[in-house]
């Protein structure tokens, strides 16, 4: 290894690594301060570095994620359910996670949604403006009754009856989206996260697919 364009054999020198140089073989060594990724999480698979009874998100990750730095640093921004699908961000930057999950940051996450029962125009209408006020949702769990902020809930198809929709909310309780619809007389039976913040899912990574952040994508995040 060199460091400036002289050997180096000792292994505790310090770096910078915002000026100096270092290269191993002749190749020059770029160095990442942090780093971002994008997976599709299929469903069955938990938030979680290990778990005795499900596979992890981790599991998914290919070898040049499956180090000791990787191991210890590389988490999850907020989490999604066993059996829920979709967008799911993977960084080393404990910063963004904090600025996204930060109860302030009202981030809003989106999600698409299919319900047990089929709703009628009228009752959807009634489901929308529920939403939007704020919806009472029940204990589960060790988890307390609670309001909900204000959600924008946005039905898809056509018809006059539909069991399908976008859900957008801005906080993060305890299982929030089945809850509210829970509370609305209705169960989720599908559900699949497609943004955060401005951030949509890349809809060509397959189930279990995974890839770092572009530039552009890095900078929707903080932008929230």
């Keep these: 290894?060199?460091?400036?364009?002289?050997?180096?054999?000792?292994?505790?020198?310090?770096?910078?690594?915002?000026?100096?140089?270092?290269?191993?073989?002749?190749?020059?060594?770029?160095?990442?301060?942090?780093?971002?990724?994008?997976?599709?999480?299929?469903?069955?698979?938990?938030?979680?570095?290990?778990?005795?009874?499900?596979?992890?998100?981790?599991?998914?990750?290919?070898?040049?994620?499956?180090?000791?730095?990787?191991?210890?640093?590389?988490?999850?921004?907020?989490?999604?359910?066993?059996?829920?699908?979709?967008?799911?961000?993977l960084t080393t930057d404990g910063a963004l996670t904090h600025r996204i999950t930060a109860t302030k940051s009202e981030c809003g996450k989106t999600y698409v949604v299919r319900l047990a029962k089929k709703v009628r125009s009228e009752e959807g209408a009634a489901y929308v403006c529920k939403c939007a006020q704020g919806v009472h949702i029940e204990p589960e769990g060790r988890e307390k009754e609670a309001d909900c902020k204000s959600a924008e809930l946005v039905w898809l198809g056509s018809g006059d009856e539909k069991d399908e929709c976008t859900l957008t909310i801005y906080e993060g309780k305890f299982h929030e989206v089945k809850r509210i619809f829970s509370a609305l007389g209705n169960e989720v039976v599908y559900l699949k996260r497609t943004a955060i913040g401005t951030l949509r899912l890349d809809e060509s990574l397959e189930r279990g697919g995974c890839r770092e952040l572009s530039e552009d994508e890095i900078e929707l995040l903080y932008r929230i």
């Design 1 to 89: 290894m060199t460091v400036n364009g002289n050997s180096v054999s000792d292994a505790s020198i310090r770096i910078d690594d915002e000026n100096d140089i270092v290269a191993v073989l002749g190749k020059r060594i770029e160095v990442r301060k942090a780093v971002y990724l994008m997976m599709h999480k299929p469903s069955g698979f938990v938030c979680a570095k290990r778990d005795g009874l499900y596979e992890t998100v981790f599991d998914l990750l290919g070898d040049p994620y499956r180090t000791p730095f990787f191991e210890e640093n590389l988490h999850t921004i907020g989490r999604l359910d066993c059996d829920t699908e979709g967008l799911l961000i």
